[in-house]
């Protein structure tokens, strides 16, 4: 069985960083591409970024191009999420997932998920 745990999550002050972690354990962690989303309270589940399964191919969600970087370590069977310049519409909930079909924007082509870990931006 998969199994996808975030770490790095935390408080932050706004223009600060943080980088999230992705360990993935249970499968072969490079045949399969990944993403990142996000879930503040009482909204939808949003997709942040993603990355294909050798990491040269990268995309992401206007609201973080510029600010975020998703990046891989196939060999640490780890998924990153730089995340400079933060703002307080970034607080949210981050998770990450592991992508089976296209259209890497809709949450429904992701099979396995972490728990998620918690991100507040301090203004």
């Known amino acids: 069985q998969v199994q996808l745990v975030e770490s790095g999550g935390g408080l932050v002050q706004a223009g600060g960083s943080l980088r999230l972690s992705c360990a993935a354990s249970g499968g072969t962690f490079s045949t399969y591409r990944m993403g990142w989303f996000r879930q503040a309270p009482g909204k939808a589940r949003d997709f942040v970024a993603a990355i294909s399964r050798s990491g040269g191919f990268t995309d992401y969600a206007d609201s973080v191009k510029g600010r975020f970087v998703i990046s891989r370590d196939n060999g640490k069977k780890t998924v990153y999420l730089q995340m400079n310049s933060l703002k307080a519409e970034d607080t949210a909930v981050y998770y990450c997932?592991?992508?089976?079909?296209?259209?890497?924007?809709?949450?429904?082509?992701?099979?396995?998920w972490g728990q998620g870990t918690q991100v507040t931006v301090s203004s």
């Open positions: 997932a592991r992508l089976l079909g296209s259209d890497y924007y809709n949450d429904h082509n992701y099979d396995y």
